[in-house]
Every structure is written in C-alpha cells, then in structure tokens.
Nanobody
Framework: QVQLVESGGGLVQAGGSLRLSCAVSGSTSSNPIMGWFRQAPGKEREFVAAISWSGGTTYYADSVKGRFTISRDIAKNTMYLQMNSLTPEDTAVYYC???????????????????WGQGTQVTVSS
C-alpha cells in the first residue's frame, strides 16, 4: 500500500509560481512511475507530468512544457511540481498519483495509476 499526501497549493496571481509537494510513504517498487494530474471544475482529470522514481525520466503535457518542472528527492521520499508562469487556466485541484511499477507507456493515462493523494487546490487569479 502506498500513501500520497500533497501540499503547497494556494492562491497566486497570474505570472506567479508555486511548488507542490507529494510525500510518499508505504511500500513501492524500486522504480515506480509517479505523476501529477489536475482537475478543474466541470472538466475531466488531465495529465500534467510524470517521472520515473529511480531513473528520473520525465514526461509532460504539452500545455505545461517549459513552465512546469517535475522532480523528486529520493532521500526525502518526496515528489515536486514547480509551476512557473501560471495562468488562470492552471486553476484546478492537483493530485499526485503512483503506478505500481515502471512503465514506459501510457503514463499520461489516469486509469493506469493505482494510488492517489487527496489533492491540493491551486487557484490563479487574473
């Protein structure tokens, strides 16, 4: 079982930055895929970014490339999402998620993720 706890959400003005954290605990494989998803009101949950825990390979949605950076600190068992140049369109509840192990494909598909955090609200004002 894996537990995921997000933090770092809040209210920020357009053009600002936030860093989200996801604390990971419990039993995982040696190199699971970890991801960030978001869900805005009235919209489906969408992929933001993913990372392979040990190898550090990253994957990004086109909408956030060049603005968001996913990373992890293995010693702290924590994953991060650095979000820069935020726009009101980035407003959503952000979730961290984990697949059971490493996969090279379908890392943008929320249905492939087994474990989920409770979410943290990010609101970007114009």
């Amino acid at each position: 079982q894996v537990q995921l706890v997000e933090s770092g959400g809040g209210l920020v003005q357009a053009g600002g930055s936030l860093r989200l954290s996801c604390a990971v605990s419990g039993s995982t494989s040696s190199n699971p895929i970890m991801g960030w998803f978001r869900q805005a009101p009235g919209k489906e949950r969408e992929f933001v970014a993913a990372i392979s825990w040990s190898g550090g390979t990253t994957y990004y949605a086109d909408s956030v490339k060049g603005r968001f950076t996913i990373s992890r600190d293995i010693a702290k068992n924590t994953m991060y999402l650095q979000m820069n140049s935020l726009t009101p369109e980035d407003t959503a509840v952000y979730y961290c998620a984990a697949r059971g192990r490493y996969y090279a494909t379908d890392n943008d598909d929320s249905r492939q993720y087994k474990y989920w955090g409770q979410g943290t609200q990010v609101t970007v004002s114009s």
